[in-house]
């Protein structure tokens, strides 16, 4: 049935097309729509409204406020940080550096030791100051208080764990020097 219309309409297509559009009457309609003012509506600008300058005028003076306000807080944060981080390696400091200009002492006037072997150890002393000078830099710069605190902490236990280690092999040696001498 569907084939019957379709060769219906192919047939007498030419008596569809007796009607055309004039094109220029209907854009004649359009435009005279187009020229008429709309009476119903009516335009309000925002932007000139005193209350909207006034609303804008608080918004724009509680974002900066805000902003000052955050600044401000962060900073006194870190400074607080940054003391609490530097009465920190001042308790470190005490506690440890006397410990250790103790044992280097003892290092130093030891007899056992040769003076070759007293500045091998003065210089794996001065590595691990180094090491310290560059911590106490990082934590300045308040990267990670606490990791830069442990790792201040540990380079004091190597340096002490260094000079046992060498008082240890000087007592060592006295001992075994001791043990030759035989008394008759």
Do not use: C
């Amino acid at each position: 049935m569907m084939d019957d219309f379709e060769k219906y309409i192919k047939e007498n297509k030419t008596l569809f097309d007796v009607h055309k559009a004039d094109k220029s009457k209907l854009w004649a309609n359009i435009e005279s729509g187009l020229n008429k003012p709309e009476t119903k509506t009516k335009t309000i600008k925002l932007w000139n409204s005193f209350v909207f300058k006034a609303a804008a005028t608080v918004v724009i003076a509680l974002g900066v406020f805000s902003l000052i306000n955050t600044v401000m807080v962060n900073r006194v944060n870190e400074n607080s940080q940054n003391s609490l981080a530097m009465q920190e390696l001042n308790d470190i400091d005490s506690h440890y550096k006397g410990l250790v200009a103790y044992q280097v002492r003892l290092v130093n006037k030891s007899t056992q030791l040769s003076v070759d072997e007293k500045k091998e150890f003065l210089s794996f002393m001065d590595e691990l100051d180094v090491e310290y000078e560059l911590l106490k830099l990082e934590l300045q710069k308040n990267v990670d208080n606490e990791r830069v605190l442990e790792a201040i902490v540990i380079n004091y236990k190597k340096r002490i764990e260094l000079i046992e280690n060498l008082l240890k092999q000087i007592n060592r040696s006295k001992k075994l020097d001791n043990d030759d001498v035989y008394i008759l």
